[in-house]
């Protein structure tokens, strides 16, 4: 069974910054791609996520239009973790932040369980 642990979350003053990180057990992160979504309370109801950063099978990062220049994703292969430093941050960041892998010698998905980023004065 494939757990991802997220860690970092908070709560932080608008203009704050956070760092996130996530760890997959087992051997898939060699062989995953990893991405970062995020759930606000708005989406809450349609059991909707938005991606907010990723990393693609042909080695590329894409983010959302919202955090480009203010969010970097990054992986450390040696550490198996992906992290996600969070800066100048928003009250519209405020969301829950899940960790995904796409395992793609399987073609599926694993999550973790989130973990909450509020900004708030």
Known sequence: QVQL????????????SLRLSCAPSGRIFSLANMAWYRQAARLQAGNERELVAEFTSIGRINYADSVKGRFTISRDNA?????LQMNDLKPEDTAV????????????DFWGWGTQV????
């Open 79 to 83: 550490k198996n973790t992906v992290s």
């Open 97 to 108: 932040y899940y960790c995904k892998a796409h395992y793609v010698p399987w073609g599926r």
């Open 118 to 121: 509020t900004v708030s004065s």
């Open 5 to 16: 642990v997220e860690s970092g979350g908070g709560l932080v003053q608008p203009g704050g």
